[in-house]
């Protein structure tokens, strides 16, 4: 039996490797690629969840100051983005690089309202980190043309999967990564690219399946809750960039990727001599030790 479950994995990962080089071949860009520099601090990401606060509250400016800092999707529209003045900021969702055409009005008034933001508050250098498919965004080029601070490097989100050998080479080349369905995983693997040694996430609470509900008409709803909005909104229809419902299996599913490719990036950062560290104070990642921040400077400051 357990000759067979070897065998097995072994064709599935095959299978997975085969799909990953198509997808590369056909989404990928292989020129303009973020490239590795010498970091002389650690990253630390903000991820957008309510913990975030526990952190900014119980962490000195000092600690904080230890860090690079990269701020994620809508931090830009909080009151702390000022303050925090992120050294590198990602964007993972296609719609924000989409024409208006082809969204709803949500996710319109949620581009609109994160440009403007960015354009307005950014007074200091900041590098932003999006994927390829930004250079054919007429809004996005026109943010980064308005003010001189926004400076942008480009990385591949074609998800890779398969035998370790091909995906960790894949992954190397900057080519691809785990399945992006959360804007922490192409934060850690840029962050792994750009040549970061310990890489810290913050605000990582991930507490969606304890938001998410169905109503009496089985449609499917999760209740969106932020570091800059704890109360959260209303339990919200879980819908796509075009008003399309989701169902309960597919909205979980995305769930599991996201889990997932947290595992995945744990085994290649220890390839790579990268150590990933969860400093969040409520956190559903199980695939990462648990630092304070503090511990984490120190433990970088022997190394």
């Not at 900021?89 to 296609?94: D, E, G, H, P």
């Not at 490097?153 to 900057?174: A, D, I, M």
């Not at 999760?222 to 960039?241: I, N, S, W």
């Not at 990727?257 to 290649?268: E, N």
């Amino acid at each position: 039996m357990k000759i067979l479950l070897c065998i097995q994995s072994f064709i599935v990962g095959l299978i997975q490797t085969k799909l990953s080089a198509l997808r590369i071949l056909l989404q990928s860009n292989f020129i303009g690629i973020i490239q590795q520099e010498s970091q002389t601090k650690p990253l630390l990401i903000l991820g957008n969840g309510p913990s975030l606060n526990d952190t900014l509250s119980n962490n000195p400016a000092a600690t904080l100051q230890g860090f690079d800092l990269m701020a994620v999707n809508a931090a830009a529209c909080s009151e702390q983005f000022s303050a925090l003045q992120p050294k590198l900021y990602i964007l993972n969702a296609v719609t924000y690089f989409q024409n208006d055409s082809e969204l709803s009005p949500f996710y319109i008034q949620a581009k609109n309202d994160l440009f403007e933001a960015l354009k307005e508050k950014t007074r200091w250098n900041m590098t932003l980190l999006v994927p390829f498919r930004a250079k054919k965004s007429i809004d996005f080029q026109m943010l980064i043309t308005s003010n001189p601070n926004l400076n942008v490097g480009y990385f591949n989100q074609t998800p890779v999967e398969g035998l370790s050998f091909w995906s960790h080479s894949w992954y190397n080349l900057g080519w691809g990564m785990p399945r992006p369905h959360n804007v922490l995983i192409p934060g850690i693997m840029v962050g792994i690219r750009l040549g970061y040694k310990t890489i810290g996430i913050v605000g990582a609470d991930h507490s969606w399946l304890a938001d998410l509900s169905v109503n009496e008409n089985n449609e499917a709803l999760l209740r969106h809750v932020h570091y800059y909005a704890t109360d959260g909104t209303q339990p919200m229809k879980v819908e796509d960039r075009i008003d399309r419902p989701r169902k309960l299996h597919e909205i979980i599913h995305k769930f599991y990727l996201s889990f997932k490719g947290y595992w995945q990036i744990k085994t290649y950062a220890k390839a790579k001599q990268v150590s990933i560290i969860n400093a969040s104070s409520t956190s559903m990642i199980d695939a990462f030790d648990r630092k304070t921040l503090g511990q984490m400077l120190s433990a970088s400051d022997k190394n």
